[in-house]
C-alpha cells in the first residue's frame, strides 16, 4: 500500500507525496472559482467540490463519456500499469458533452482500476492553483524563481495555454446544486432610497430561490472607517473588522432571520474562513490579471476588498441559512462602489437592478418619513449623485443592468415584475422544494400578491413608519402617481428641478418648472451653508418626534449607530478576537464544517421518541407546543371480525413544519379501522388507508378522497354479503371495490364535483382491508403498506413490501407516460434540455410545452392537468394470505419511508406491544431527520396495527407463501385480470 503516486501526462513524468499534493496549489484552489480559463479548469468552479478534492484523483472523460473523481483519503495500490483505489468516500462523475460540464454527486464504495496513464492530478490539469514551490521546483528541473515573479507567472501561463485544448468550447454552470454557490450571480438593487425599493424587495423575495433582507449598509458605512482598523492583512486587525460587521448586521433595525426565523448569530470563525479563502483566491486572480496585461504585480490585497469579502461572506452565509440559492443587495447606494465590484464579482456574477422614481416623489418620500436627510437640497443632491453612478454603469455595462421604473410598476406590477424575475434567470426549486411531491413554482400573480403576506414584510411593517406602505393593496398604489403634484410646495419643486435637471432629463422625468439651464437657482456658498445647517435641524426634529412617536424604533437605531462608534480595542467576541493564527490549510479544512450558532440539531441517543412529542424542539426547529398541536393521536383500540381475527392498532399523523408557512395543513388524511358490518351483523373486515395529498389544495383533496373511499367501499360491502361466496369471488369482489371507489374519489376532483379545484392538487392513497383470510391492498402513488411478519418462534422478523411506489424511476409506468405524452426526466435535465443528463435527482413527468406539472409520482388521486400525461388513478390490489401466527402491518405516507428503511420500521414496531407507541417512534424519528437533512419536514403519517389469529378460518393457515403461494390465489388474479 503507497500513499504517493507516479503521474504521467503527455510528456509529464512528476512524483509527487501525498503531502506535496497537498501543498501544491491548495492555497490558490479556490481562484478556480474567478479565473476560468479553459474547461478543464473549469470543472473545479464550485468551491465545495475544489476544496474537497485538493488532492483528488482525475479519470479524464472524452466526449459523451464520463470523468470519475476520486477523493481524499483513499489508499492507492500501484502497479507498473495500474493504480487501484481502496476505500470509501464521496466521488463525482462528470459527464462530458461538447459544450459542457455537469456536476454530479454520488457515493464510491468500491475498488476500482485505471491505467496510470490516464490518471493525473487536479493541481496538474495545468490549472492557475499550480503555481507553489513544489509545482514550480517540478516544472523548471528545480528552478526557484520567485513564487510572485512576473517571469514565473509567465511562464505557468504558457505552460497552461500550451496543454489546455484551445479548441474546447466555454461550458455553462452546473445547474441545481444545493447550496448557494460562489459561482451564482449575485444581484444589487441601485438607484435612491424611498424609491419603491422595499416594496419591489418583498416582490422579489417570494421568488423560491432568492433572499433579500433588509440592508444594514455594510459597504456605505464601514468604507469610511477602515483606517481604523488598520492593516487588513494582518489577522488581528481582520478578526476585528469581521467582529464589528457581524455585530452591525446582528443589530440591523430590522432583523435578520434564518430559515427558522430564529435571529442570525454569525459564527466569526465561519466568516473569517470564507474571508480568508476568498482574499486568497481574489489575490491570486488579481496577479493573473495583472500578469496577461503585462501590469505591475500588486503584491497585497486593498482594505476595501477585505471589507467586500466580510460583506460577501455574510451575504453567502445568510442565503444558505435561509436554504436559498440566490442573494440581493438592497443598500441602494452601492453603484458608487461599482469598480470594486466588477473587479471582485466579475462579469460573469455581478448583476444590477435599477429602480428609478421621479425625484420630486422621492424628495416628497423623505420629507415624510423618519429616516435619512430632511431638506429637499441634501435629499436631491444625493439622489442625483447616486443617479449618475447608475447611469455610469447603465452605459458602460449594459448588460449587467436592468432598468425599472417606479411608476411604471406602480401601473402594472405584474409585468414589471416578471421582467426582472426574468432577468434575475430560471428560477430554482432549492433544497426546501426538492423533495415535494409536485414541483409548484409561484407564478407573477402569486410573487406580487404574496409580498403583502410575506415574512420579510410582515417583519419590517411594525417597526417603523418607513415601511407602513409594504402591506397595502392596489388601491394605496394608484395614489402614489406624481403626487408631488398636489402636495409640493412649488418652491420645493423648483429647487429639486434646480439640483436634477440634467438627471431629469435623462431619465425621461419632464421638469415642471425649469425648462432650461438659465431657469435654474445659482446655489451659492451662503445658500448651501443655509441649506446645510436647516437639514441638520429638521434631522434633530426628526428623532425627537421619533423618540415620542416611536422611541423603540430609534432605540434600534441607536444600538446599530453605536457599533460604528466602537474603537478598534472593543469587542463583541472576545474569544473570536483571542484565538490564534490560522493559516489557509486551516481554513479549506475547516471550512464545511464550522455551521451556523444555534443551526446544528444535535440528538442524544437516549432521546424516547416513544413519548413523542415531547421534548420535540430538542430534535426540530419548533417549540413543543407547536409540535404537539399539529400532532394527531388516535390512540390503541382492538376490534375483532369474524372468523377470529382480533386487530390492535393505533395512527399518528404530524403536520408537516414548513420553514415559511407555519401553519399550512395537513395534507395528509387516514381512515383509522372502519369496520364493514354486513348484513346479520356479519363483520367481514376492517378498512384502513392514508391519503397524502399535494399541491396547493391537496388538503382538500386527501379528505375529500378519505370520504368517497370510506363511504362508497364500506356502503357497498354492507349492502352485499359476501358469507357465502367462493373465496374468490370475494376477492374479486373486494377488489373491484377498492378499485371504484379509487376512481370515484378521483372523478370527483378532476370534474370539480367537490368544489375543489385539483389541476395540480391531488392525493395519494394506500388501503388495507382485512378480512378473516385476507390483507387486501390497493395502492395509487407512493404511500406504502408493510407486513412485518414473525419467524424463528418469534426472535426474528421479515419485513415483505405489499405495495410497490408508483414513481416514474418504473419502466412500466415510464412507458405509459411517454405514450400518453408526458416527458420524464430530472429537474437539472430539463433545464438543460438534455434528457441523458446523467442526474441523481428525483425523477419527474413533464409535460412537453413547459415546466408542468412535475409530479413526482405516476398514479394519483385528482391531479387533472398530469391526467393528460398518463398519471392514472387505477390502482395497483394484491391479495395476501394472513400468516398463521399472526403479524403487524404498518401503513404510511412517504414522510415516514423517505427516511426509515423499511427495515428499521420493521425493528420499531417489535419493540413494542402497544402500537401507540410504535407509531409515537416512527413519527418522530422520520420528523427528526427530516429535519437534519432538509430543515423541513413533509406530513408524517403512519398506522401500525398487531393482527392476531384467534381461530384458524376455512382456507387453513398452514400456507406460509404471502403472494399467489396457491392455485386459488392465483385463479383470483387470473380472474381479476380477465375483468379489467
Not at 451653508?529 to 423618540?547: F, G, Q, S
Request: net charge negative; with cysteine; proline share 3%.
Amino acid at each position: 500500500m503507497r500513499t504517493g503516486f507516479r503521474i504521467r501526462k503527455k510528456s509529464a513524468n512528476l512524483a509527487y507525496s501525498d503531502q506535496e499534493l497537498r501543498e501544491t496549489g491548495v492555497q490558490n484552489l479556490k481562484a478556480f472559482m474567478r479565473v476560468q480559463p479553459c474547461a478543464q479548469c473549469k470543472i473545479f468552479s464550485h468551491r465545495e467540490s475544489a476544496i474537497a478534492r485538493a488532492t483528488a484523483i482525475i479519470v479524464p472523460p472524452t466526449t459523451g463519456d464520463y470523468c470519475k473523481v476520486y477523493p481524499p483519503g483513499l489508499e492507492l495500490e500501484e502497479s507498473q500499469d495500474s493504480v487501484r483505489l481502496v476505500g470509501r468516500g464521496l466521488s463525482s462523475y462528470w459527464y462530458c458533452s461538447e459544450s459542457n460540464y455537469t456536476v454530479i454527486n454520488a457515493t464510491f464504495t468500491s475498488q476500482k482500476t485505471v491505467s496510470i496513464d490516464d490518471i493525473y492530478t487536479a493541481e496538474l490539469l495545468f490549472t492557475l492553483a499550480s503555481i507553489s514551490t513544489t509545482s514550480i521546483m517540478s516544472r523548471s528541473n528545480g528552478n526557484k524563481d520567485d513564487l510572485h515573479s512576473e517571469h514565473t507567472l509567465k511562464s505557468i501561463s504558457k505552460q497552461h495555454e500550451f496543454e489546455c485544448d484551445n479548441k474546447t468550447k466555454p461550458i455553462s454552470e452546473p445547474k441545481n446544486t444545493d447550496d448557494a454557490s460562489t459561482t451564482s450571480q449575485v444581484f444589487f438593487m441601485i438607484g435612491c432610497q424611498r424609491s419603491g425599493s422595499n416594496w419591489l424587495r418583498t416582490m422579489l423575495s417570494e421568488r423560491e430561490d432568492l433572499i433579500a433582507p433588509h440592508p444594514p449598509h455594510i459597504m456605505r458605512d464601514f468604507m469610511p472607517q477602515l483606517e481604523k482598523y488598520g492593516d487588513l492583512s494582518k489577522q488581528s486587525n481582520l478578526k476585528i473588522l469581521i467582529d464589528h460587521v457581524c455585530a452591525f448586521v446582528e443589530h440591523n433595525q430590522v432583523q435578520w432571520l434564518d430559515l427558522h426565523s430564529r435571529p442570525m448569530e454569525f459564527e466569526r470563525d465561519a466568516i473569517f474562513m470564507e474571508v480568508m479563502i476568498t482574499i486568497a483566491c481574489f489575490g491570486f486572480k488579481e496577479k493573473y490579471t495583472a500578469m496577461q496585461g503585462g501590469n505591475k504585480i500588486k503584491e497585497t490585497v486593498e482594505n476595501s476588498y477585505y471589507l467586500l469579502a466580510v460583506f460577501d461572506a455574510i451575504m453567502s452565509t445568510t442565503t444558505k441559512a435561509n436554504g436559498k440559492k440566490i442573494w440581493m443587495c438592497k443598500s441602494m447606494g452601492m453603484s458608487q462602489f461599482h469598480d470594486i465590484l466588477l473587479s471582485f464579482y466579475g462579469k460573469e456574477r455581478l448583476r444590477y437592478i435599477y429602480l428609478v422614481r421621479d425625484p420630486r416623489d422621492v424628495c416628497l418620500s423623505f420629507m415624510k418619513t423618519p429616516v435619512g436627510d430632511c431638506h429637499p437640497f441634501a435629499i436631491v443632491k444625493k439622489w442625483s449623485k447616486l443617479q449618475n453612478f447608475a447611469m455610469h454603469i447603465l452605459h458602460s455595462n449594459p448588460d449587467l443592468i436592468h432598468q425599472v421604473c417606479y411608476e411604471e410598476v406602480l401601473g402594472d406590477k405584474k409585468h414589471q415584475v416578471a421582467k426582472v424575475v426574468e432577468f434575475m434567470g430560471a428560477r430554482d426549486v432549492c433544497r426546501s422544494m426538492r423533495r415535494g411531491s409536485i414541483i409548484a413554482i409561484k407564478d407573477e400573480n402569486e410573487v406580487v400578491s404574496g409580498a403583502k403576506k410575506g415574512r420579510e414584510a410582515l417583519m419590517a411593517l411594525g417597526l417603523s413608519y418607513q415601511f407602513k406602505n409594504l402591506a397595502r393593496g392596489d388601491s394605496f398604489t394608484k395614489g402614489q402617481f406624481k403626487k408631488w403634484a398636489k402636495e409640493m410646495k412649488e418652491e420645493d419643486i423648483r429647487l429639486v428641478e434646480s439640483i436634477a435637471f440634467n438627471e431629469m432629463k435623462r431619465l425621461g422625468c419632464e421638469p415642471h418648472l425649469i425648462h432650461n439651464e438659465e431657469d435654474r437657482i445659482d446655489f451659492t456658498e451662503e445658500l448651501i451653508h443655509e441649506y446645510t445647517v436647516e437639514n441638520e435641524k429638521l434631522i434633530a426634529k426628526m428623532n425627537a418626534d421619533l423618540a415620542v412617536d416611536n422611541p423603540a424604533d430609534l432605540e434600534r437605531r441607536k444600538i446599530q449607530a453605536a457599533v460604528l462608534e466602537r474603537t478598534a480595542s472593543e469587542h463583541y467576541d472576545e474569544e473570536f478576537i483571542q484565538s490564534s493564527i490560522k493559516d489557509i490549510d486551516w481554513a479549506l479544512d475547516n471550512i464545511g464544517s464550522v455551521q451556523l450558532k444555534g443551526i446544528e440539531r444535535t440528538l442524544s441517543e437516549k432521546f424516547e421518541f416513544r413519548k413523542w412529542p415531547m421534548n420535540a424542539s430538542v430534535v426540530g426547529f419548533q417549540h413543543d407546543e407547536e409540535v404537539a398541536d399539529r400532532f394527531k393521536l388516535q390512540d390503541t383500540q382492538t376490534l375483532k371480525i369474524d372468523g377470529g381475527i382480533s386487530i390492535t392498532f393505533a395512527a399518528a399523523s404530524q403536520a408537516g413544519y414548513y420553514p415559511t408557512d407555519r401553519n399550512k395543513p395537513n395534507q395528509d388524511a387516514f381512515i383509522g379501522g372502519e369496520v364493514v358490518t354486513e348484513k346479520a351483523n356479519h363483520k367481514s373486515g376492517v378498512l384502513f388507508a392514508v391519503f397524502d395529498g399535494h399541491g396547493p389544495n391537496g388538503h382538500d383533496c386527501a379528505l375529500s378522497a378519505v370520504e368517497t373511499v370510506k363511504s362508497l367501499f364500506v356502503q357497498e360491502m354492507r349492502n352485499i354479503s359476501t358469507r357465502k361466496m367462493e373465496i374468490c369471488d370475494r376477492s374479486i369482489h373486494t377488489r373491484d371495490l377498492l378499485s371504484t371507489s379509487y376512481h370515484q374519489a378521483s372523478m370527483e376532483l378532476v370534474n370539480g364535483d367537490m368544489g375543489i379545484d385539483a389541476s395540480q392538487s391531488g392525493t395519494t392513497a394506500t388501503s388495507l382491508f382485512i378480512t378473516k383470510d385476507f390483507l387486501h391492498v390497493a395502492n395509487v402513488g407512493d404511500s406504502r403498506c408493510l407486513l412485518v411478519e414473525h419467524i424463528n418462534e418469534g426472535n426474528d422478523i421479515l419485513v415483505k413490501p405489499l405495495t410497490k411506489d408508483h414513481t416514474p424511476d418504473q419502466v412500466s409506468e415510464i412507458k405509459r407516460i411517454e405514450a400518453s405524452g408526458g416527458v420524464v426526466m430530472t429537474s437539472d435535465q430539463l433545464d438543460n434540455d438534455d434528457p441523458n443528463l446523467i442526474s441523481f435527482q428525483q425523477k419527474r413527468i413533464w409535460s412537453k410545452e413547459g415546466k408542468w406539472p412535475g409530479t413526482a409520482f405516476t398514479r394519483s388521486i385528482g391531479d387533472s392537468l398530469a391526467k393528460e400525461l398518463g398519471v392514472i388513478a387505477e390502482p395497483e390490489c394484491e391479495d395476501f394470505l394472513i400468516p398463521s401466527a399472526g403479524a403487524t402491518f404498518v401503513l404510511g405516507s412517504d414522510g415516514v419511508f423517505d427516511f426509515i428503511p423499511n427495515d428499521e420500521i420493521g425493528a420499531a414496531v417489535k419493540k413494542y406491544e402497544d402500537p401507540a407507541d410504535a407509531c409515537r417512534e416512527l413519527v418522530g424519528k422520520a420528523f427528526n431527520r427530516w429535519c437534519n437533512s432538509e430543515g423541513r419536514t413533509d406530513d408524517i403519517t403512519v398506522i401500525v396495527g398487531h393482527v392476531h389469529v384467534v381461530k384458524c378460518s376455512s382456507v387453513g393457515r398452514k400456507i406460509e407463501n404471502v403472494k399467489h403461494a396457491t392455485n386459488k390465489m392465483k385463479m383470483i388474479l387470473k380472474r381479476w385480470e380477465s375483468k379489467k
